[in-house]
């Protein structure tokens, strides 16, 4: 990828980009909570040739913590006009876990910028059916991102999947964590507050791909399986691993992903 810093209305974002067919529109990938750039190169590398965009949510990783909390909307707005600078007029939108909920968000602002829509190990939002309350008593700190070995204690019990078994399989990611501020990791959880699609997911047009893992402990499968309900032209994918699937079976997920892009 090549990254660089972008100023997006007085905004500063920190911007991976994938090089890759111009024919088609790109993929611009919302990642998950606390995450960077790097942590999802594993899937990028297994997507046949598409372009990618992926950037460091205000408060994470290369981007400045913002000034004031946001919410989703806010986050859209942002990736349009983001796309405006890169000269994107319309993109397929992918969104992991927090992520998919400014997936959700950007296909309803701008449903003729949204292609296509893939939204994984994600939920409708502040109404779904929640893990274990242990799991989201992990999630509420980000201590995980800060301390490597407690990483590795946990990591079964809040991603499940194959890391249960082997949480060395993140081992090479955690190489990759670009850790900015704990302030700006509370703020995404504050920008989902209250915040729901349940009532306008009938609305969602785009034809959407739902994957969801069979062993999530974090967004229980149930959650695809609404959200598959209540959009309209929305098939649900299982795969048969945890929340991380996009990273710990990417070779998979991605041949899926590419499939239904194409």
Known sequence: MRIALHDVGGQILRVGVRCGDEAQPPLLLFNGIGANVELVAPFLEALNGRQAIVFDVPGVGGSPTPALPYRPGWLARLSARLLDQLGHRQVDVLGVSWGGVAAQ????????????????????????????????????????????????????????????????????????????????????????????????????RQPTLIMAGTDDPLVPLINGRILARLIPNARLVTIDDGHLFLVTSAGESGAIVSDFLT
């Open 105 to 204: 968000q950007f296909a309803l602002q701008y449903p003729v910028r949204c292609r296509r829509l893939v939204l994984a190990a994600t939920s409708p939002g502040h109404v779904m059916v929640p893990g274990k309350l242990g799991v989201l008593l992990k999630m509420a700190s980000p201590r995980r991102y800060r301390d490597g070995e407690y990483m590795q204690r946990i990591a079964g019990d809040i991603y499940g999947g194959a890391v249960r078994h082997s949480p060395e399989l993140l081992r090479r990611q955690l190489d990759h964590v670009r850790w900015s501020s704990d302030a700006g990791y509370y703020l995404q959880l504050i920008a989902v507050v209250g915040w729901s699609s349940l009532p306008w997911l009938p609305f969602l």
